[in-house]
């Protein structure tokens, strides 16, 4: 079985010490940095845009995994391919032509998601499923950090499990939001992948061991 990934969020990094905590994750056992982008529009919230990714990319020595929270994302996709982007995931809600974006996401040289939103049905992916690197199921409202896992997302996280497998794909499950200690073993159980997670890491008084130590209850 492959190795389940962590993926630190560094919308709860400290923007003033932004290169050292690159370098903290560069450092640990995480395999990708989580990058959140929010437009004001399609979530509450503005977080970061071009330059400060940019700035990230300079030290970061794992790949970006870019989640965009912004709508009508066709608009960017290049941009954000040019500041370094790895992984670029779309919310299924924010753009109505999502086999174009995602065949746009391949052409600029990124490997190419799709993010749903709490109560979105996972049914939807049926037929654009086998266009996925991977899926990031939101198991919160997206917008901010710091907010409690919703447990309706394991039971998702088992059907998009089944139908992956029933299509004989290898589409990876990214969860995000709330992913504590406490619930990321049940989630790798019910068949997720990847996990994001940000205040978790960055509260914590040890951040790599903290990472550590997700990683190890992931692959348990
Ligand atoms: C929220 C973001 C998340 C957020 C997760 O909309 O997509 O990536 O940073 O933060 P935690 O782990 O604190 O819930
Ligand atoms: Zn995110």
């Excluded at 917008?143 to 896992?149: L, M």
Aim: aromatic share 6%; charged share 25%.
């Amino acid at each position: 079985m492959a190795q389940k990934l962590i993926a630190p969020s560094m919308l709860a990094a400290d923007f003033g010490n932004l290169q050292r905590d690159v370098e903290m994750v560069n450092n640990s056992e995480a395999d990708w940095f989580h990058i959140d982008v929010m437009d004001g529009h399609f979530v509450p919230n503005i977080s970061y845009g071009f330059p400060v990714i940019a700035a990230m990319k300079k030290y970061a020595t794992k790949p970006l995994d870019v989640h965009l929270m912004i709508e009508k994302p066709e608009r960017y996709i290049e941009e954000f391919a040019k500041v370094g982007a790895d992984i670029i995931t779309v919310h299924h809600e924010s753009t109505v032509h999502l086999h174009r974006t995602l065949r746009q996401i391949k052409d600029a040289g990124c490997k190419a998601g799709i993010v749903l939103n709490l109560t979105t049905p996972v049914s939807v992916l049926e037929d654009i499923l086998p266009e996925c690197y991977m899926i990031l199921l939101m198991s919160i409202n997206p917008g901010f950090g710091g907010q409690k896992f919703e447990d309706i997302t394991y039971n998702r996280v088992r059907k998009l499990r089944a139908m992956i497998n029933e299509q004989g794909l290898n589409t990876r499950i990214e969860i995000d939001g709330g992913v504590t200690n406490k619930n990321i073993k049940r989630l790798a159980d019910a068949g997720a992948d990847a996990f994001v997670a940000g205040s978790h890491v960055f509260k914590s008084d040890n951040q790599i061991a903290t990472i550590k130590n997700l990683k190890e209850l992931a692959n348990s």
